[in-house]
């Protein structure tokens, strides 16, 4: 099946710090999602990036599906930002999401 | 209120109990799919379901089953509970892609221990 291979398993940021996180995968897709799980356990929706580049506030995410891999950028973090943050990608012509691992981000005030 | 709603959202349980997670949505979605989240990993695929008389096994379903009672609910069986099936649960729903799985939104997760 599709590997995803997500990077940095864990980072630490002062608030207002810039990030840049990675996902990696090994096949064509015809979906990648970006979600972030919050401290209480809640998995909220980021992009739905299957291609090209998207923003929302703060968040940015950039998916070149030629060269397989997805970026998500958080700019001017917040602790509010810390949590899981997991990107998932259904493989071209399958019909299911396969998340990597994720990654930790705890923001420090 | 939540488009997806789990219930229970926590249990313990005893080993050899059976239990069932519930999950109903009002997203109008006709896909439902069953992860599991261990500490440390990603959500693995249980089951899922692409209506009410399409139900596919995902990448871990030994020791579950699953029913879908209608469009908006599909449920979750742990029929003899053992304590490696401690984990934190996620429903979610999609509608149909252009091609293949549609954005995918999770319900509030069911916390499951047993003992």
């Known amino acids: 099946g599709i590997q995803v291979e997500q990077s940095p398993p864990d980072l630490i940021l002062q608030e207002g710090a810039n990030s840049t996180l990675r996902c990696n995968f090994s096949?064509?897709?015809?979906?990648l999602q970006w979600f972030h799980q919050n401290p209480w356990g809640q998995l909220i929706n980021l992009f739905y990036?299957?291609?090209g580049t998207k923003q929302n506030g703060r968040l940015s995410a950039t998916t070149v599906a030629t060269e397989r891999y997805s970026l998500l950028y958080i700019s001017s973090s917040q602790t509010t930002d810390s949590g899981v943050y997991f990107c998932?990608?259904?493989?071209?012509?399958?019909?299911?999401?396969?998340f990597g691992a994720g990654t930790i981000l705890r923001v420090k005030s | 209120d939540a488009d997806v709603t789990q219930t229970p959202r926590n249990r313990i349980t005893k080993t050899g109990k059976r239990i069932m997670l519930e999950c109903s949505q009002t997203?109008?979605?006709?896909?439902m799919y069953w992860y599991r989240q261990d500490p440390g990993l990603g959500l693995r695929l249980i089951y899922y379901?692409?209506?009410?008389?399409?139900?596919n096994k995902g990448e871990i379903s030994d020791g579950y089953s699953v029913s879908r009672q209608a469009q908006a609910k599909f449920s979750l069986s742990l029929e003899s509970a053992i304590p490696n099936q401690t984990a934190l649960y996620f429903c979610?729903?999609?509608?149909?892609?252009?091609?293949?799985?549609?954005?995918?939104?999770f319900g509030e997760g069911s916390r499951l221990t047993v003992l």
């Open positions: 979610a729903t999609s509608e149909n892609g252009i091609i293949g799985t549609g954005e995918l939104f």
């Open positions: 990036i299957p291609s």
């Open positions: 997203k109008g979605h006709d896909r």
């Open positions: 998932a990608v259904e493989k071209l012509g399958g019909n299911k999401l396969v």
């Open positions: 379901s692409f209506d009410v008389k399409d139900i």
């Open positions: 096949d064509s897709v015809n979906n």
